[in-house]
């Protein structure tokens, strides 16, 4: 079974400041990865996807993720904090193309001025 | 891209009762999927609705409490029944892209059972 561990519940940072946001996934096969971002009040919006090829992937807004297969990893980051980037972000997880996603339990991300 | 759409956006309801949510997709779909969202939590799969045969439900997810249609490749519907508050979340369909590497999300239906 599959399943998915996000450190940190809310996590702090300063505007302008590193922003990173733990995942771990447990898979028995091969994974495909995504983060997703919900703002307040509105529904899932996709930041970037790892599903083969190069582990570094660059998503919107400035996020980009990097897959370490070693470390059953996938965290978030984003060099400099915005304030809008204050929202809930998801970790999940499949097994391949058209299966359902796996949610990890979401991170709050704030962002102070 | 899909384009998703979620009847009704949100509703109140009294407990007893039976909500049915209804998903439309802008183009055909394989895979639609349906997931709940309980305040402050993350999402939770309740089925995936197959086109032609019965949803599949994942565990702790029963079809007499969640009925699931899906009569073409760009509709389906829930139905919460036999509501109680504890089923006051958010209702969410996806849809598996086109080339099936990432799903796609409704706006998501707000449930209050009273």
């Known amino acids: 079974a599959q399943s998915v561990t996000q450190l940190g519940s809310h996590v702090s940072v300063s505007e302008g400041a590193l922003v990173l946001l733990r995942c771990n996934y447990s898979?028995?096969?091969?994974?495909?990865l995504f983060w997703y971002v919900q703002y307040p009040n509105q529904g899932l919006q996709l930041l970037l996807k790892?599903?083969?090829?190069?582990?570094l992937v660059k998503g919107i807004n400035g996020f980009e993720a990097e897959f370490k297969k070693s470390e059953t990893s996938f965290h978030l980051t984003k060099p400099s904090a915005h304030m809008s980037d204050a929202a809930e972000y998801f970790c999940?997880?499949?097994?391949?193309?058209?299966?359902?996603?796996?949610f990890g339990k979401g991170t709050t991300l704030s962002v102070s001025s | 891209s899909a384009v998703i759409s979620q009847k009704p956006s949100r509703d109140i309801c009294q407990r007893g009762t039976s909500l049915t949510i209804q998903c439309q997709v802008d183009?055909?779909?394989?895979?639609m999927f349906w997931y709940r969202q309980q305040p402050g939590q993350s999402l939770t799969l309740i089925a995936t609705?197959?086109?032609?045969?019965?949803?599949?439900?994942e565990s702790g997810f029963v079809i007499d409490k969640f009925p699931i249609s899906r009569p073409n490749l760009t509709f389906s519907t829930l139905t919460v029944s036999n509501m109680s508050p504890e089923d006051s979340s958010i209702y969410l369909c996806?849809?598996?892209?086109?080339?099936?590497?990432?799903?796609?999300f409704g706006p998501g239906t707000r449930l209050t059972v009273l």
């Open positions: 609705a197959n086109q032609g045969s019965e949803a599949t439900y």
């Open positions: 996806s849809v598996a892209g086109t080339l099936y590497s990432e799903q796609f």
């Open positions: 183009s055909q779909v394989t895979m």
């Open positions: 790892y599903t083969t090829g190069a582990t």
């Open positions: 898979s028995s096969v091969p994974p495909y």
């Open positions: 999940a997880v499949s097994e391949g193309g058209g299966t359902a996603l796996i």
